[in-house]
């Protein structure tokens, strides 16, 4: 068929249309090849080779973690994890059931988990679960071919050789929060990484962590790994030496199973801590591969606070140990002499108010040693008002009381001591006489800790030096060569008199060796042990409200239970700190601890000069 003219004009006409919309098709083409090649060549580039080249993470093992003998408390086991990298799932679906049905995993969450990364880089894994058991890694070794984007890791887990011995001074282990990965930047902390939470793991966190490792693997189109290109080995962690003891940490720990409270021991010469223990304890191993929610759960309902350590967190009334810092405050400060007596008859008016003693009919005619060996309230209610709360609290604050230790450990509460300017800022109050007497036998607003409780009996046995707290001997490295090394530390020299230091420390010897001594549950045949108990009062009963037997009273409701005591007394080995939380009575409750912790100690020491040396001193009398 031939074309008329009309139509070859008309063909004529549209050319020009033609040609532009072609030209604009080629234009585009050009534009976007330009765009792809040139100005995003380089990401693409990046994608494809990351789409066929992975890098993959080693994490490093920890550093071990030894006690003072250089025993394993703390170590690493292998365990495998399970990772997704969304980039090379099709049927995001289809997967995430799959896993999720084998892992026991709530779909919805671990769906979430996968598509909601906010800070994560392209190609890199997505950690579903770690430590899985060996059924759970063997049925996905078997389907791994129909699961697309899964990661199967071996990688070291933490392992608490002991469970929960020492669990609150070894800390435990959590994955890390974007908070944390924004102040960690610099340590290259990826998403997922376990850091340490509390404790000794957290606070020496530079030095157990490694540096981590990893290798250049070739991916097939669905991420499978089909050869290694290049590795670089991990670095593991710097191993940890503790200065506590084992045998004597296990000895507390047990001493203080089934009840709630605290202990500390420590060699008095240097401040070094040999045993320090919490109760009740909790499970780090429960955190080492990421706690279970109900497992966190019933930590944080459980009463009295097991993540909580008493040791260095919780503070108490003092109760009658206190009476040893009113007993020094008196004597430097001259208002008493050790020779004069004090009639106790059991009570003590000050105006209108009654202070008790809790000896009904009292002690009589008592001199300082007398009043320290029995524990006289109505004593001290007398010595404290001659004082003056601000004097009081000076010599409190000697002993360390009122201000943390600075021991290595994280989040330590300070204790609180009183004085008429505190409670006027805090509470627009002036302080009052009746507080003042109430505050000399240890009770009121005062506040203590169970290290500093032992921080201060320290004091007394060693002769006058306050000690930083020490938990640490030194760092070493994987083949034990020692990197850092921690000598004892020295806060300062307290201003008390030598005169002073043995007319207390022969007193607290009659705490536990006089007949008429309250601590005489602590006594230790032919070893010489200096002491005192306290019983710190919870909430105030009235004379119609007294009850004869603990048991009768609630649990929350009981006093809490002191002793303070060192042994021997010529270069001491031990100073120990016991607090049995709504124990009742410091003499029955916690005495007999600390003896068993003290005799542990001395078993393991060689003691027969200290002991000799001891009983052949020349001895302050009684007054």
């Known amino acids: 068929m031939k074309l008329s003219s009309n139509h070859i004009d008309q063909l004529r006409s549209r050319y020009p249309y ?9 234009i585009f083409i050009l534009s976007r090849l330009w765009y792809l090649q040139i100005i995003r060549g380089e990401e693409f580039s990046r994608l494809a080779q990351n789409n066929r080249i992975r890098i993959r993470r080693v994490p490093a093992s920890r550093g071990m973690i030894f006690d003072r003998n250089k025993k394993i408390l703390v170590d ?90 020492a669990s609150h001074l070894l800390g435990y282990l959590g994955e890390i929060d974007e908070s944390e990965l924004k102040k960690m930047r610099s340590h290259e902390y990826p998403l997922g990484a376990f850091i340490g939470k509390d404790g000794i793991e957290k606070r020496w966190e530079a030095f157990l962590r490694g540096v981590d490792g990893g290798r250049q693997v070739e991916v097939d189109s669905v991420g499978r790994e089909i050869g290694i290109l290049s590795s670089v080995s991990p670095r593991p ?54 706690i279970r929610q109900e497992d966190w759960l019933n930590l944080l309902n459980t009463p009295f606070h097991p993540l909580q350590n008493k040791a260095i967190q919780g503070q108490y009334p003092p109760g009658s140990v206190f009476k040893i810092i009113t007993a020094f405050a008196a004597l430097e400060e001259e208002v008493i002499t050790p020779q004069e007596t004090l009639h106790c008859p059991g009570v003590y008016r000050l105006g209108t108010k009654t202070y008790r003693d809790w000896k009904k009919g009292g002690h009589g005619i008592v001199d300082l040693r007398r009043a320290l060996v029995e524990s006289c309230d109505v004593y001290f209610y007398q010595v404290a008002l001659r004082l003056g709360m601000d004097r009081i609290a000076q010599y409190a604050r000697e002993f360390g009381f009122g201000e943390a230790t600075s021991i290595e450990l994280g989040d330590e509460k300070p204790g609180l001591i009183p004085t008429a300017d505190w409670k006027m800022e805090r509470y627009g109050e002036p302080w009052y006489e009746g507080e003042t007497i109430v505050s000399g036998i240890g009770q009121g607003a005062i506040l203590v800790t169970p290290i500093q409780m032992a921080n201060m009996i320290s004091v007394i046995a060693n002769g006058g030096t306050l000690h930083i707290p020490q938990v640490v001997l030194r760092v070493e ?40 001594g309250t601590g005489k549950a602590a006594r230790i045949p032919g070893v010489p042990v200096f002491g005192k108990t306290g019983t710190a009062q919870v909430v105030k009963l009235t004379h119609s409200e007294e009850i004869e037997k603990d048991e009768e009273i609630p649990l929350q409701y009981r006093d809490h239970a002191w002793f303070v005591a060192f042994a021997p007394e010529k270069e001491p080995a031990i100073a120990v700190a016991v607090l049995i939380q709504h124990g009742g009575h410091g003499a029955t409750a916690a005495a007999p601890v600390a003896r068993k912790i003290i005799e542990m100690t001395l078993q393991k020491t060689d003691l027969s000069p200290r002991i000799m040396a001891s009983e052949g001193k020349n001895r302050v009398q009684s007054y």
């Open 477 to 516: 490295d994987v083949s034990g060569k020692a990197i850092d090394e921690y000598p004892a530390r020295e806060m300062k020299r307290v201003s008390v008199s030598e005169k002073n230091l043995e007319l207390i420390k022969e007193a607290l010897r009659g705490v536990v060796d006089d007949p008429r």
């Open 237 to 290: 962690g710097q191993n940890v030496v503790l200065t506590i003891d084992l045998e004597i940490q296990k000895t507390m720990e047990e001493l203080l199973d089934g009840k709630i409270g605290a202990a500390v021991a420590m060699d008095p010469l240097s401040g070094r801590i040999l045993a320090m223990a919490s109760s009740p304890p909790f499970n780090p191993d429960l955190f080492a591969s990421g």
């Open 18 to 26: 033609v040609l532009i919309v072609l030209s604009v098709f080629f």
């Open 76 to 165: 690493n086991r292998p365990s495998f994890q399970v990772s997704l990298i969304p980039e090379d799932i099709d049927d995001v679906d289809q997967v995430v059931s799959r896993i999720g049905s084998v892992l026991n995993l709530e779909e919805e969450g671990l769906k979430s988990r996968v598509t909601h990364q906010n800070h994560r880089r392209p190609f890199y894994p997505v950690l579903i679960k770690k430590d899985i058991p060996r059924r759970e890694l063997a049925i996905f070794e078997t389907h791994k071919m129909d699961l697309p984007g899964m990661v199967i890791d071996a990688v070291p887990r933490r392992s608490y050789n002991y469970g929960s011995l």
